[in-house]
Structures are given as structure tokens and as C-alpha cells.
């Protein structure tokens, strides 16, 4: 497991324009490539978004069970499940979360970020010393794209924020199991899409025209791993998928 030089092959031998970050828990590994490289988030910017529900819901400043209902301006395309259900329906914080999770939900994306508003969003990412990350526009907004607006952030910020979450110092300790655990139900399979199901994946998937990401901690008896793959130079997505894919199965042979 972990073979710097199977790594570097890996990258040498691909077109895919790849930032890498990956980092042994157990041992002392530790791999970089092109770590500081800012690059659009696309939805891995959820992840602090969930740190912060959590930060505050643990200082009492928010009810994880309060209801929320979309408005026709939050319902927008692409991920998730809310914009192909009945407009009427309210859903908790709590399941907002979750669902902008584990099915990357956009309309659940933006509701909450209606909710908390941008500024305290970035105001955790700063928290979290994630230097090169930033919420600059709600989720599958043309315009603001269009205009130059986008998310931001690097796979070392998105290491980071990993590792902070395996040693339990995203919010607490109580609090970083559950977001693991809800990372664990991610039902986009990406890096670990060839791993056997004793390894155990807690990540999070990001896509968007020209990118394709996947960040979070490969679990297993030998040792945990962070590994964060942010992707683009590909004439096709699957083609960025693919790497991540192909790059996890090398770093667990």
C-alpha cells in the first residue's frame, strides 16, 4: 500500500491534468502533487457547508430538527433528489444535510445556504484554516459562472479539512463522527468504486463542466488514508472519473 513511485508513474502516464493530496493516518506517508494549484470546488465546497451546520447546532445556535421549505428560486437542476419532489414538502436541517451529502442535493445546497448566509459559511472555512476556499455563489448558478463567480478551494485545504475530521477537531469529536458517517453513505462511488468492501470510503464527490473531484478518508485494517483528487484537462467526465478510480486502486494494491 502506498508506493510513491507506482504514484508518479500513475501521473506521468495520463493526459488528466491532477491535483493529489494523500496522506498515510497510521504511518508516515505523505504524497503532494500540485496540492496549492485553486481550482472550482464544484460540490466539495458542501463540506465546510456541513462543518458549519454542526458548529452551530452544537453551541445551541441552531435546531437540526427545524423544518425548511424550499422556494421556487432554491429549486435548481443537476445532483439531488428535492427538485423532482412535491414543492410542498418541508424537510429538517438535519435531512437537508444529509441529503446535500450523500446525494450531492443542490436544492438542499441551496436552502441551507440561504439559511446560514455566505459570509458564516466562509467565516467556518476560515475557522477551519482552510486558506484557499471560498462560497462565492449559490449552487448551479449560470450567471454568477458566466460572470467569473465560482467556488473555490485546493485538495491540500480539502486534506486538511480530513484530517481535522479523522482526529475529531471538526467542531468535536461527536460531531466529526457523524459527518464521517454520513460521508460514509455517499451513494456517488468514485474512489471507491474498485476497492473490495472491506475497505471502508468516507469522501465527497464534485463535479462540474471540465472538473471532476472526489476528496476523503479510504478506511481499512492496514491503515487510513486521505486521499484528495481534484481533475480537469479531460476531453470527457467519465474520463476524469476514471483517474480517481484507477488512482484509489492503486494506492490500496
Do not use: W
Not at 414543492?87 to 446560514?116: C, G, H, K, P, Q
Not at 448558478?141 to 480539502?158: C, F, W
Not at 486534506?159 to 469529536?173: Q, R
Amino acid at each position: 500500500m502506498l508506493k510513491r513511485e507506482d504514484i508518479e508513474k500513475y501521473i506521468q502516464d495520463s493526459d488528466i491534468d491532477a491535483s493529489i493530496y494523500i496522506k498515510s493516518m497510521r504511518g508516515d506517508f505523505e504524497f503532494k502533487h500540485k496540492e496549492t494549484r485553486v481550482m472550482p470546488s464544484a460540490s466539495l465546497i458542501k463540506l465546510p457547508m456541513m462543518a458549519c451546520i454542526y458548529d452551530l447546532a452544537y453551541d445551541d445556535r441552531l435546531d437540526m430538527e427545524q423544518k425548511l421549505k424550499p422556494r421556487r428560486e432554491q429549486i435548481v437542476a443537476g445532483s439531488g433528489v428535492i427538485k423532482d419532489l412535491h414543492a410542498d414538502i418541508e424537510y429538517s436541517i438535519r435531512d437537508l444535510t444529509y441529503l446535500m451529502i450523500t446525494v450531492s442535493d443542490n436544492t438542499a445546497a441551496n436552502i441551507l445556504i440561504d439559511y446560514l448566509g455566505m459570509d458564516r459559511i466562509n467565516d467556518e472555512i476560515e475557522k477551519l484554516g482552510m486558506k484557499d476556499t471560498v462560497l462565492r455563489r449559490y449552487m448551479m448558478d449560470s450567471a454568477a459562472r458566466a460572470a467569473g463567480i465560482e467556488n473555490l478551494t485546493t485538495v491540500l485545504d480539502m486534506g486538511l479539512f480530513f484530517e481535522k475530521l479523522y482526529d475529531g477537531d471538526v467542531v468535536n469529536y461527536l460531531a466529526s463522527r457523524e459527518m464521517t458517517d454520513i460521508l460514509k453513505a455517499q451513494r456517488f462511488n468514485v474512489m471507491d468504486y474498485y476497492l473490495p468492501k472491506r475497505y471502508k470510503v468516507a469522501h465527497k464527490t464534485g463535479s462540474l463542466e471540465g472538473y471532476e473531484h472526489d476528496c476523503g478518508i479510504i478506511f481499512s485494517q492496514e491503515d487510513d488514508v486521505i486521499v484528495c483528487v481534484m481533475t480537469s484537462g479531460f476531453k470527457n467526465d467519465y474520463e476524469g472519473i476514471d483517474y480517481i478510480k484507477g488512482l484509489a486502486k492503486i494506492i490500496v494494491s
